[in-house]
């Protein structure tokens, strides 16, 4: 029967008893006889779909890259100092919690948040770290003018949103009732995959702290949960390779400049958390085999404390 979506043509065919010198005449013989088609054809009626002769996309399948870290710049009237990184971390990760709620109805980020639920995650610090860092561009070598947000099990679409829309967190340095609070400004450098992250925090065997390590436990007088052996059970937990050397630093060896702080100088306590178990203390570390960066371990290693630098 005929559909709407078909139309009829007429083809030029054989009779079935047809000769091959009937068929294989000249057009210019046809012309002089006044015949419109060789003798032994005729024209017969088809039906075919109307887009039977339109070429047809094949759609490829693509395979959605996913995003572990994004970098932006940090700008303020006066940048952060570094011994400020814990709080600096916190309002960064308020502003983009902030942002994402506007965006999704009052929805919580499992991957910014750390939390589903309700309740903390357990997957072996899987959601987001917010690191801010101190860049060879900065004006000091005390100056915050980096964030790396950086995810081990990958942004999500509105995660990514965020990232795509985010272009300031609060300043809470100053809160006086007579003045408005400022903001620093963020500006998306780069958007990476995960095996992009070695040119941002680099790969090496041996690693020592930028920031200062807070233990997870109180260490014991009689040794057990000491800071080393802490740091030695975490990089296990992590599936990092062996650790063939842990020495401590009872202060940075990172100094490059007068007036860098010592690891008790930095702020070491969110608002309303509890206070380290330890005083703060740095590592170097040697592993059996490079390690690729970002490397933080430690008590608040989701707000830049702990982290490490190759060396």
């Known amino acids: 029967g005929e559909g709407k979506n078909t139309t009829s043509l007429q083809v030029l065919c054989p009779e079935p008893k047809a000769t091959l010198a009937q068929l294989m005449v000249e057009t210019y013989d046809l012309q002089k006889k006044g015949y419109n088609r060789p003798p032994g054809s005729r024209f017969l009626s088809y ?5 039977a002769l339109t070429p047809k ?3 490829r399948k693509t395979t959605e890259i996913v995003r572990h870290l994004a970098v932006f710049l940090i700008q303020a009237r006066v940048l952060p100092h570094r011994k400020d990184l814990l709080r600096i971390a916190d309002w960064a990760r308020m502003g983009f919690n902030g942002r994402y709620g506007r965006l999704f109805d009052d929805q919580v980020s499992a991957c910014f948040t750390g939390k589903k639920n309700g309740e903390a995650r357990s ?4 959601h987001a770290f917010f690191l801010p860092h101190c860049s060879d561009f900065a004006p000091r070598e005390s100056a915050l003018d980096r964030l790396y947000l950086y995810a081990p099990e990958g942004f999500g679409r509105n995660e990514l949103e965020v990232i795509k829309r985010i272009r300031s967190f609060p300043d809470l340095r100053r809160q006086s ?3 408005s609070r400022e903001r620093f400004k963020l500006t998306p450098i780069e958007l990476l995959g995960k095996d992009e992250c070695s040119h941002v925090f680099g790969t090496s065997r041996t690693w020592v702290s930028w920031s200062p390590f807070l233990c997870n436990r109180h260490p014991k007088r009689n040794g057990k949960d000491s800071p080393e052996e802490q740091v030695r059970l975490e990089c296990q937990r992590r599936g990092l390779p062996e650790l063939l050397e842990v020495e401590f630093l009872a202060e940075p060896v990172l100094k490059k400049e007068r007036g860098l ?4 100088d930095y702020v070491s306590r969110r608002w309303r958390k509890q206070s380290p178990k330890a005083p703060p203390c740095g590592f170097r570390l040697r592993f059996a085999e490079p390690v690729t960066g970002p490397l933080v371990l430690g008590g608040e290693c989701h707000f830049g404390m702990g982290q490490f630098v190759p060396e």
């Open 47 to 51: 039906r075919r779909a109307q887009d």
């Open 57 to 59: 996309r094949q759609q």
């Open 123 to 126: 997957d072996d610090h899987q």
């Open 177 to 179: 009732s007579g003045r």
């Open 261 to 264: 702080p010592r690891w008790v």
